[in-house]
Each structure stands twice: as C-alpha cells, then as structure tokens.
C-alpha cells in the first residue's frame, strides 16, 4: 500500500502555478529582469557586501509590483484567496497570525466591549485584546487525562459564558487546538450567532483545513464569522505569511480594512506575499492530492509509532466525540519514562527540529512537503531518542498552559498602562500582574495582564522552566519577581 504513496515532489512544475498566482507571477518576472532598483530595500538585490542572505527578497512595492501599483497583482491575489475560502473578504498577510488577531479583535470590538474567550488564546490574541481596551470572560477547554492535552471547548461552557455576559461582543477561538483537537465549531457559531455576535477562529495551526474530505472543514466552512491562519506553519510558503477572512454579516467591511492596515507594515515583503499565494494556488490546483498524501505517511507514522512501549498518541485515546485532525501528531511518552523534552534534544541533535516539546509531549509538524522518506527518519529519530532515554513510566502532568484557571482583575489594557512594580514573587501572589508570561511554545499566557497571579501560576511556570521550557517575555527571566499593577 505505501508503495503507492504518491511522491509529493511529483506535483507539476511549480512554474506554472504562476498562471493562476499573480504575486508570483510578478516575484518571478522581477527575478527574472535585469533590475538596478533605486528603491528599497538598501540591498539592492546585490550579495556583494552581506552575501546571499539576501537572495530571493523582492519587496511587494517597486518589487512584485509597481510603488504605484499599477498590476494590482495583490488585490488580485487576495480577490482569489476569498474565493477559495468561501470568505467575502481575504488578506495575505505578512504579519503571522499574530497581525491577524490583532486585525479581527480590532474589528470586531470597541473599547470596553466584552468578549467570550478561549483561555488557551495564543499571546497575540491577548495583545490584540491590549489593543482593543476588550475585557475578555475566560471560557476553558476540556482536558484529556491521559495525555493532560486540550480537547474542546465544549459548547455548553460558551452558552455559560454568553448567558452571564449578555452583551458580549464576539466569541473567540482557536481551532485547532495546538495539539490537533477541536470543539464543535458549527455548534459555537449557532449559539453565537443567536445573540447575533460573530465567532471568530484562531486557525492558526489549521490553513489546509477544508481541502480533503476527511481533513476538519475551515472554520469558515464550520459558520464562523471570520479566521485566521499562517500559511507558513503548515502550507510551503514563507515565515511569516498568514491568512485572514472574513464574512461580512456581522462584521464591517470597512472596519476590517482599517484594522488589518493600522497594524500592518508599510513595507510587506513581496516575496512572502508571493509565496502564500503561491500555496493557494497550490491547494486550489493540488491540495485534495497533497492532503491524501499527507494523511496517508501521517498514518504509517501512527502505525509505527504504536509499536513503541510506552508511548500515546493523543488521537487513539481521546474521547471519540472530540473531532481530532488525522494530519497531526500528538505524542506523549510519560509512559516510556522518557521526557519529550530529552527526545526534543536528541532529535535536535539528528538534524529534527521539532515545533513543540513539553515534559510529557512532543508534537512535530508533518506537512504536505513531507513524505515517507522524512516521515520515516522522524519515527526512527524518536524511537532512538526514547530508548536512549526509557526510564521508569510517570503519571501524566497537564502543562500549566492548557489548565490556566485565572481570574480577571482589570482589563488586560488598563493593567498594561497601569503603574506597576517589580516585587518578589512571595509577596506577588494575589496581585494583578502587570505582563505576560508564557512558557513557548504553545505562547499560551499563564499570567497575563489584569489577572490574579496565583500561587499554582507561578509554581506552574517555574516547573515548566525546571523540565526545560523556555518561559518567555516575564521581564525577569528567573521568574524571582514579577511586574504588578501597583495602582488602579
Ligand atoms: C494559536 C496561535 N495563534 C497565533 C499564533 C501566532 O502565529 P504567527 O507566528 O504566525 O504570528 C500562534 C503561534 O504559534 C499560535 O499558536
């Protein structure tokens, strides 16, 4: 059967993806001339002075099209990237989905507004939020206990949530989760959109979702009101390239304009642009194919990881009701006494870069550019990796960043401009924190601005930076002391 496994590299001549991909059509034709720019950016596309570093960057403006604009190749490029999605309004986006959050939390609220909120919200969400001066209600996600990773928020939590905050602006999301679980996101947008407010999907992790039948639908496709998704997570296109729609029942066209160019740089890259159309042309030619093939060495991998004692793969235990994306991987290998973050290393080690480590958990990206050659080097890595390592089987601990149970003091922008103070960590419990701290990856905050820090807060973080994490943005990176709202 794997035999038949179509390569992935067998995909027709990306150059005539051009045909149908303005931006790169236009990233092309100026690798292609004989340019002496006297524009941005300073390199000149000359390798002389910093070498080839800076081989292959054109930028969207005097680059893949004129300063003027005169090709409208990228309003082109995002008229076709809507279509795609079913979305009445799309932007590529050079900004991750970091720029997309703040995009859709800057239209869809108002200062003050309150907003329905999945605690597992990446931190850009949460700046988004700063942003928007939104005071969020925490809805929290389900946890599996025998991997200690997040399932779904389920649905009757956000009827919870709306029936006590009636004049909720928005429901947010995000869909999937890290670790590849979903909610019932038809059934969130329904009790969303009974009160007439707009769900809004952090998709980060899920941009080829909606294009193979046994793939999740897009959010969109699932009735939210808008998303967003990197295409360079999970699609071949650039660092940095992201995705963001939109429909416009219950969202303002012009709103969502303003906010994704407020936020926006004014110099996008042309190359990265390039790329993410590229990708949609990509999905929209080939995506049913690609995502077959990805399924397909996804699943010898789960076959052949099975083998191994000791270890879990989170979608042959999850409760079935949980819709779980068959595209990933979600290990967890408490059982093998190995540490995902010792099997991190060694796989470092072999050349295997992977996207998230925790004590218990190790999740790699396995994308369409993947095939049996790679996905295979992968399970031998982690095999090695944990017989190197075996030791004596643990219980499972959830990660502080999937079981945050926070309260909300003051806003997260009221606490952001608010005066605060740098105190011991002792004497910091039961106060507001003035910062965001969040072990990376996932970048969930456990303290954020205007939350409570609480005893299990902090002993959750400095656990997670005792097994190795890396904690980041806390302004004193020993996590000694931390930054409080000192006044109201
Ligand atoms: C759920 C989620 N949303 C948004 C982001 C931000 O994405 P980007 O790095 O593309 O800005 C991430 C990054 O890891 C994420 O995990």
Request: net charge negative.
């Amino acid at each position: 059967m794997l035999a038949s496994v179509p390569a992935v590299t067998d995909s027709r001549d990306p150059k005539n993806l051009r045909e149908d991909a303005p931006l790169l059509d236009g990233w092309l034709d100026y690798r292609a001339s004989d340019v002496a720019p006297f524009g941005t950016p300073g390199h000149k596309q000359r390798f002389d002075l910093v070498g080839t570093v800076v081989d292959g960057d054109v930028p969207l403006y005097g680059g893949v099209d004129t300063i003027r604009q005169q090709s409208g190749a990228m309003i082109e490029a995002d008229r076709k990237l809507a279509k795609l999605w079913g979305a009445d309004w799309g932007r590529i986006s050079v900004g991750g989905s970091t720029h997309g959050n703040q995009t859709l939390v800057l239209a869809a609220c108002r200062p003050g507004d309150e907003v329905i909120v999945t605690r597992t919200l990446h931190r850009s969400l949460l700046l988004g939020m700063v942003l928007a001066g939104v005071k969020p209600v925490w809805v929290s996600p389900e946890v599996d206990p025998a991997t200690g990773l997040p399932t779904r928020v389920p649905v009757e939590r956000v009827e919870r949530a709306l029936a006590a905050h009636p004049n909720a602006r928005a429901v947010f999301l995000v869909e999937p989760t890290y670790v590849g679980t979903l909610s019932d996101v038809a059934a969130i947008a329904e009790v969303a959109h009974a009160r007439g407010i707009p769900l809004i999907v952090d998709q980060a992790w899920g941009a080829y979702f909606g294009f193979h039948p046994e793939i999740p639908q897009h959010a969109l496709q699932a009735g939210a009101d808008a998303m967003v998704t990197s295409a360079h997570k999970t699609l071949p296109a650039y660092t940095q390239s992201a995705l963001v729609f939109a429909r416009t029942e219950r969202l303002a066209l012009d709103q969502l304009e303003r906010a994704f160019e407020v936020t926006a740089t004014t110099s996008p890259s042309g190359t990265i642009v390039a790329s993410a159309d590229a990708a949609r042309a990509l999905l929209e030619r080939d995506g049913e194919r690609l995502l077959e093939n990805l399924l397909r060495i996804v699943e010898h991998a789960r076959d052949r990881l099975r083998k191994i004692p000791g270890l879990v793969l989170l979608g042959d235990v999850v409760d079935r009701s949980v819709t779980v994306d068959r595209a990933k991987l979600a290990i967890n290998v408490s059982g093998t006494g190995a540490t995902g973050l010792a099997v991190e290393d060694l796989l470092v080690a072999a050349g295997m870069p992977i996207e998230l480590a925790d004590r218990d958990t190790v999740v790699p990206i396995v994308s369409i550019n993947d095939d049996l050659a790679s996905i295979d080097r992968f399970v031998d890595g982690v095999a090695a990796a944990i017989e190197q390592t075996r030791s004596t089987p643990r219980p499972v601990l959830p990660s502080i960043s999937w079981t945050v149970d926070p309260e909300v003091v003051i806003s997260p922008r009221d606490a952001f401009f608010a005066p605060h103070a740098t105190i011991p960590a002792a004497e910091a419990i039961g106060m507001g924190s003035a910062e965001v701290v969040a072990p990376y990856p996932p970048g969930i905050p456990v303290l954020a601005p205007g939350e409570r820090i609480t005893r299990e807060a902090v002993e959750g973080l400095r656990q997670a930076m005792a097994d190795g994490m890396k904690v980041r943005y806390a302004a004193d990176r020993t996590l000694a002391t931390f930054q409080v709202v000192s006044e109201r």
